[in-house]
């Protein structure tokens, strides 16, 4: 299962600017729901693919929840759910000293 994740910007007729985040399944071409806010940051993204965890998870048969759809009867193995952007990958860590 991939997903793919991106923000966009809006300005508004007065000058302003929001930010959406949306996340798209690769397969399905379904737009979860969006994520509007005035900044784009990790708090956005999280808040985005919580988001997109929720509506898939209610989207599935009553009494299913996403982590037991996307586990193998047989096998037991989770299958992931890739998340891919066009973004550049930053570290959350600070660099090491000498």
Do not use: C
Request: glycine content about 6%.
């Amino acid at each position: 299962m991939v997903w793919q994740f991106d923000f966009s910007e809006y300005e508004t007729a007065k000058g302003g600017t929001w930010r959406v985040a949306g996340i798209a399944d690769y397969w399905s071409k379904y737009e979860f729901g969006w994520h509007w806010s005035p900044t784009a940051n990790k708090h956005d993204a999280v808040a985005a693919v919580e988001l997109a965890l929720a509506e898939a998870a209610s989207m599935l048969p009553e009494g299913l929840d996403l982590l037991e759809y996307l586990t193998d009867p047989v096998t037991g193995e989770v299958v992931p759910i890739t998340l891919v952007t066009d973004k550049v990958a930053r570290s959350a860590q600070p660099p090491s000293r000498p």
